[in-house]
């Protein structure tokens, strides 16, 4: 039986709820950037840690315990877990890749994965992931991250009507 998403007011106020938690208990906010440099520094370390280390981005990582005691990883685990378990209880659970009809699956993927790689590119220079920058930065009132926000959502309503004909 397939259900309807849930209430996106009702989700705005829980995840609201759960960024004011992760401040009051770990003192910091939501992201989920850090946990892919954080195992990436762990990753180079067990091949060269020396070179690690005297990267100035990647040595802090490795000075906080590396992957296994880096909070945002478990962060991201349970978005993981959570996001599965909300499929299964909706029935939404399927291996598909959503696309246009003029849009083959080929592409679809190499467009994704362009995506994803300018987005983790803006993530570094921004010195943050979107989650992090809205949500955490936002929350904070931090100039940067509202100039961020702005900037994404306009480039969004550029972009938009240029990749629209794709999913039609």
Known sequence: MRRTYADPYLA??????????????????LGASGAFASASA?????VDTEA???NAYFA????????GSDWLVFELLGVMIGAAVSALVSGRWRAE???????GI???L??????GTLMGAGAMLARGCTSGQALSGGAVLSVGSWVFM??????AYLVAPLLRRLWR
């Open 12 to 29: 705005g106020v829980a995840l609201g709820l759960v960024l004011l938690a992760s401040f009051v208990l770990s003192g910091r906010g």
């Open 42 to 46: 762990s990753v180079a370390a067990a």
């Open 52 to 54: 690690v280390s005297a």
């Open 60 to 67: 802090r990582y490795l000075a906080d315990g590396g992957f």
């Open 97 to 103: 890749v959503e696309r246009g009809p003029r849009l």
């Open 106 to 108: 080929r592409a679809r």
């Open 110 to 115: 190499a467009w994704a994965f362009g995506g």
């Open 150 to 155: 702005l900037s994404l959502f306009a480039s």
